[in-house]
């Protein structure tokens, strides 16, 4: 269980977060929105957490998540 304080319109909002996955532990702190009751993580962060890599198509507006087949 990750727990992120979220700061909107100077009110910290506290949530936590589940990121799982076998064999991964993850540490880092990841900064979270909480807009119309979703929360919203950063991809680039909890893709990290997987070992995945983050790729984004500025032409598209896609960002794409990779993880590595190893």
Do not use: C, P
């Not at 936590?16 to 996955?21: A, E, I, P, S, T």
């Not at 076998?22 to 880092?28: K, L, P, R, S």
């Not at 893709?47 to 790729?55: I, K, L, N, Q």
């Amino acid at each position: 269980m990750l727990e992120v304080k979220v700061i909107m319109n100077e009110e910290i909002k506290e949530t936590k977060v589940d990121l799982l996955h076998v064999d991964t532990e993850f540490t880092d702190e990841i900064n979270a929105v909480v807009y119309k009751g979703r929360t919203y993580i950063e991809l680039r962060a909890s893709a990290d957490a997987y070992g995945a890599e983050v790729t984004y198509d500025s032409e598209n507006k896609r960002a794409k998540l990779i993880l590595n087949k190893n």
